[in-house]
């Protein structure tokens, strides 16, 4: 979606959110005698009730292991397994078959990393022969990266003999295309960054970069994990190979994540961990594989998990992701304006000129971000606080860690105010006490 078009949409109104808080039942909690005011979605969201009902409905009337059941219960969860699946497909417009189910984004980059690695060494038969690395070759990733989206690439790397490189951002925490576009080569094999920034909040030019590795014939994946809950997602338009989402941080259940993969490529690929449900025929020396997606899925499967991302979704697409879009982008704005107004807060990223999500990271000056979270706690707010495992981020932009306010559908404007207030409050408590 374009910032003209995001432009065109209208926010969620705040008898809106205040229908879909009752929905969440954690939000009536209280904490240090506040009610909570939960702006840290961005490391784990909450669930609704259609998402606790769904898990445990399956629980309670259908848990059986999926596949080659030949009983009731076993078809019923095998159903709902599936539908799961072609619910997240189409979630982010990708063919049923396109979705391997993982138990977070972290395993969905390990099991392309690792599977580019069994084609280096020759495993997967000749098929698997475009996928091969080796000196010589490159893997792209950015310097803003989740440790996720760049520790699998460099083992990758040290595996095969490839070279990493690392696109560079400017004083402001940009990603330079200027430095993308010299250290995307015809020997870069794969180019791998995030659609959002998890510290940033902005929402990278993804067009430039797929163009970019498109003229050189090189893959591309995508880390969703902070767009997938916030942005409508179209894996298809955005035209990359791979995209990585976690359930967690978009009303699903923890242990459940999915892969999007290109099926010309899943076709080809060698399977990353082995054993039973991923296979047709085996020997005590040989084993032959299922097509994609299950050669992907050993093991037994985390139905609940995927029955219950499957109402996730069903629910966020219920709200309107483009609504929640806008509801977001507004928040973004609204927290940059409000903490940089504060003096002696230094608002990450806040100069850089691309559209954002509701997310903003903070240094305050002379405070550490653990002092800071800790004071919001006492007035019942939850922030995230740390290098958000993102370290080489924060030490590009002269830090070794920030206070990070998140923000979802079910987040209130006095909630985002309250942020602002208290960082205001937290310095005032600070100073005084020094």
């Known amino acids: 979606m374009s ?3 995001a432009d065109l949409i209208s926010p969620l109104t705040e008898a809106e959110v205040q229908r879909i808080r009752e929905d969440f039942p954690i939000l ?7 009610p909570l005011a939960y702006l840290d979605s961005g490391a784990t969201s909450q669930r609704p009730f259609a998402v606790l009902d769904a898990e445990r409905e399956f629980a309670t009337t259908m848990n059986s292991a999926v596949h080659r059941g030949a009983h009731t219960l076993a078809a019923e969860a095998t159903e709902l397994f ?3 699946r072609a619910s997240v497909a189409r979630f982010v417009g990708a063919d049923d078959d396109e979705i391997v189910w993982t138990s977070n984004a972290t395993e969905a980059v390990n099991l392309v990393a690792y599977s580019l690695s069994n084609a280096s060494l020759g495993r997967g038969g000749a098929a698997a022969e475009p996928l091969r690395l080796g000196a010589g070759d490159e893997i792209v990733t950015t310097e803003m990266e989740h440790h ?15 070279t990493l490189k690392v696109i560079p951002l400017d004083d402001e925490g940009a990603l330079r295309l200027d430095a993308a576009a010299e250290l995307i080569t015809a020997r870069t094999r794969l180019v791998a960054f995030t659609h959002v920034s998890n510290v940033l909040g902005v929402i990278n030019p993804v ?22 809950p916030h942005l409508p997602l179209d894996v298809k338009a955005l035209d990359v190979d791979f995209a990585v989402l976690s359930g967690h941080k978009m009303l699903g259940p923890t242990g459940i994540g999915a892969l999007y993969g290109r099926r010309s490529l899943l076709e080809i690929m060698p399977p990353f961990l082995t054993g039973g449900s991923m296979i047709t025929t085996v020997t005590t020396t040989a084993a032959e594989y299922l097509p994609p997606p299950q050669r992907f899925e050993a093991g037994t499967q985390r139905v609940s998990q995927a029955v219950a991302l499957a109402a996730a979704v069903d629910y966020l697409t219920a709200v309107g992701m483009p609504r929640i879009a806008a509801h977001e982008a507004a928040f973004g704005a609204r927290l940059v ?9 230094r608002v990450l990223g806040a100069g850089i000129d691309l559209p954002r ?3 903003a990271s903070f240094d305050v000056e002379g405070i550490h971000s653990h002092d800071v979270g800790q004071y919001l706690d006492d007035l019942g707010i939850a922030v995230r606080v740390g ?3 993102a370290q080489p981020l924060h030490r590009r932009l002269g830090i070794t860690s920030s206070t990070r306010a998140s923000t979802y559908l079910y987040t209130t404007d006095a909630e985002v105010d309250a942020v602002i207030a208290g960082v205001a409050g937290a310095i005032d408590f600070f100073r005084r006490g020094a």
Do not use: F, M, Y
């Not at 009536?28 to 506040?34: D, Q, S």
């Not at 067009?207 to 997938?228: F, H, N, P």
């Open 207 to 228: 067009s430039d970069l797929v163009g970019l590795a498109r003229k050189v014939g090189a893959l591309v994946l995508l880390d969703a994990c902070q767009s997938a």
């Open 3 to 5: 910032t003209i078009e």
């Open 148 to 162: 996720a989206n760049l520790i699998p690439w460099q083992e990758l790397a040290a595996r095969t003999g490839a």
């Open 28 to 34: 009536r909690t209280e904490v240090n005698g506040h």
């Open 357 to 359: 999500v509701g997310l």
């Open 82 to 84: 599936e539908d799961a």
């Open 387 to 389: 290098h958000h495992c």
């Open 337 to 345: 304006d409000g903490l940089s107004a504060i003096d002696g807060v």
